[in-house]
C-alpha cells in the first residue's frame, strides 16, 4: 500500500486516508460550488425572499466549506510566524470582497482556489504512486563482470564504470 502525506497535518497515512480526505475536500467543494450558483441564481430571478439578509447569510454559508479550511491553515501559519502565504492572501481577498458586499465574488474566488489545491493534491498523488511503482519494478540483482568472472549482487554495491 502507497503512503502519502496529508497537505494538512503533515503526518504520512496510507493511501486510503488520502482519498477519503480528498473526497471530503470534493463534497466540500459540490456543496460550495452549488450554494454559489444557486444563490447567484435566485439573485438573478430576484426571488422575494432573498433580501439582503438571507442573501449575505446565504453567501456565508456556501463560503464556509471551502474557506474554514483554508482559514484555519492561514491562522496555524500565522501562529508559527509565516504571516506572508497564499493561505492568508486567500483569506485576506475573500474578506475584502465580502466587505465591499461582493459576496458572490468572495465565494467564487474561494471555491477556485480550493478546486486549484484539490486539482494539485490529485496530481501530486498521483504522481507519487507512479513513481512508487517505478521504484517497485527496480531490479533485485545486478551481474557484474569483477576480475573477469560474472556476479550477483545488490544493484547498490554496483561502482560507476563497472560492467
Not at 452549488?34 to 425572499?49: C, E, H, N, S
Not at 466549506?65 to 497564499?86: T, Y
Not at 486567500?90 to 486539482?119: D, K, R
Not at 545488490?154 to 564504470?161: F, L
Amino acid at each position: 500500500m502507497a503512503h502519502c502525506t496529508c497537505r494538512h497535518c503533515k503526518s504520512t497515512y496510507e493511501h486510503d486516508h488520502c482519498e477519503e480526505t480528498g473526497s471530503k475536500v470534493y463534497l466540500l467543494i459540490i456543496t460550495s460550488a452549488t450554494l454559489l450558483f444557486a444563490g447567484i441564481g435566485l439573485g438573478a430571478v430576484d426571488a422575494t425572499f432573498f433580501n439582503p439578509t438571507i442573501r449575505i447569510l446565504w453567501f456565508i454559508v456556501a463560503y464556509l466549506p471551502v474557506g474554514l479550511p483554508v482559514m484555519k491553515e492561514a491562522w496555524e501559519n500565522i501562529i508559527h510566524g509565516d504571516i506572508f502565504n497564499e493561505f492568508t492572501l486567500m483569506t485576506l481577498a475573500t474578506i475584502g470582497a465580502f466587505y465591499i458586499g461582493e459576496y458572490p465574488e468572495g465565494v467564487a474566488v474561494m471555491l477556485f482556489y480550493s478546486l486549484g489545491e484539490w486539482f494539485q493534491s490529485k496530481a501530486v498523488n498521483r504522481a507519487k504512486r507512479n513513481i512508487s511503482a517505478l521504484l517497485d519494478v527496480r531490479p533485485e540483482t545486478a551481474t557484474v563482470i569483477r576480475e573477469g568472472h560474472e556476479e550477483r549482487v545488490n544493484p547498490r554495491d554496483v561502482k560507476t564504470g563497472e560492467v
